[in-house]
């Protein structure tokens, strides 16, 4: 049961070029939504959120659109940087109990110089 | 910046054997969680824990797992008699409070089990 579905594993943009990673989600009750990087052996690295009642988030380099009615998120990433590539985990915020989070699959993105 | 530690990053263990698994939340967050990632899979939920108890569990988290906050500071998730399977990273994950807020996660402790 794929709550949150990444359908892209991969990714390969040039650096300086915009990178799109999308999410889709099943649950209309989800109310909050997170994208969170990941180096390996690492832990995951909040990135962005987004409630909601809002439709874009933005910080620096990185915006966070949402589509209800489409049941889709999307990261943008403006201008990528090699220091980008790594694994980006889409999460939403699952309010039918403590809020717990339900992750995708994880795109990996590679922003090559 | 504050984060959330944990210990050991790697533990090596026999089937059968206990372990436990530490967490460092960050100091002001009230909400802890437990995640796992199986290798080549997606991060999964474990446990929820608010003011020293159990909020929710899912269905992974079965007898053999339990939660403690034994002192101010710590977050321990123990596995009693590991199997194969719980072989995987096991990320521990904090929270000022619930409801859009965010939850900051640790370093990770890969677990295998031989």
């Known amino acids: 049961d794929q709550q949150v579905k990444q359908n892209s594993p991969s990714l390969s943009v040039q650096e300086g070029r915009i990178s799109i990673l999308n999410c889709d989600y099943t649950?209309?009750?989800?109310?909050?939504f997170l994208w969170y990087k990941k180096y390996p052996a690492e832990g995951p690295t909040f990135l962005i959120s987004?409630?909601?009642?809002?439709d874009k988030n933005e910080d620096g380099r990185f915006t966070v659109f949402l589509n209800k009615s489409a049941k889709h998120l999307s990261l943008h990433i403006v201008p990528s940087q090699p220091g980008d590539s790594a694994v980006y985990f889409c999460?939403?915020?699952?309010?039918?109990?403590?809020?717990?989070?339900?992750f995708g699959t994880g795109t990996r993105l590679k922003v090559l110089a | 910046e504050p984060e959330v530690t944990q210990t050991p990053s790697h533990q090596v263990t026999q089937m059968g054997q206990e372990v436990i698994l530490r967490c460092v939340p960050i100091s002001n967050h009230l909400y802890f969680y437990w995640y796992r990632q199986i290798l080549g899979q997606k991060v999964e939920f474990l446990v929820s824990f608010y003011n020293n108890e159990i909020s929710e569990k899912s269905e992974i988290f079965d007898d053999q797992f339990s939660v403690e906050r034994p002192d101010g500071s710590n977050f321990t998730l123990k596995i009693r008699s590991t199997k194969l399977e719980d072989s995987a990273m096991y990320f521990c994950?904090?929270?000022?409070?619930?409801?859009?807020?965010?939850?900051?996660f640790g370093p990770g402790t890969r677990l295998t089990v031989l």
């Open positions: 987004i409630s909601s009642i809002k």
């Open positions: 994950a904090s929270s000022e409070s619930v409801a859009a807020d965010t939850q900051y």
């Open positions: 999460a939403a915020s699952d309010p039918s109990g403590t809020y717990k989070y339900i």
């Open positions: 649950n209309s009750m989800f109310d909050y």
